[in-house]
C-alpha cells in the first residue's frame, strides 16, 4: 500500500500540511509520499485519481485502487491514515 498527499508547498495551508507530514513521519516512523500538482507527474496523478481538492491524502491498493481518502484543509488524525501505510 501507499499513501500520497496532493498539496501545494506555496499556498495558505502549506506550512500546516507539511507540519503534519513531519510529525506523522516523526510519530510513525513511516512515510507519506509528497505530490506537487502543478508537476507534470502531479498532473497526472491529479487527473487519473480526480483530486480537484488540496490537500487530499489518498490511500492506494497494490492495485491502485483508492482504498480511503481525505479531502480539504481539515486533516486526518495520524491513526487513520498509519492503518493503511
Keep these: 500500500m501507499r499513501v500520497v498527499c496532493v498539496w501545494r508547498r506555496e ?16 510519530r510513525t516512523g513511516r512515510e507519506i509520499e509528497s505530490l506537487d500538482p ?26 491502485g485502487a483508492v482504498l480511503a481518502s481525505w479531502r480539504g484543509q481539515m486533516l486526518p488524525l495520524f491513526d487513520e491514515v498509519s492503518y493503511w501505510v
Design 38 to 63: 502543478d508537476t507534470k507527474d502531479g498532473e497526472s496523478f491529479c487527473l487519473a485519481y480526480d483530486v480537484v481538492e488540496y490537500p487530499t491524502i489518498l490511500a492506494l491498493g497494490d492495485d
Design 11 to 26: 499556498s495558505d495551508y502549506g506550512r500546516t500540511v507539511e507540519e503534519w507530514i513531519t510529525e506523522f513521519e516523526r
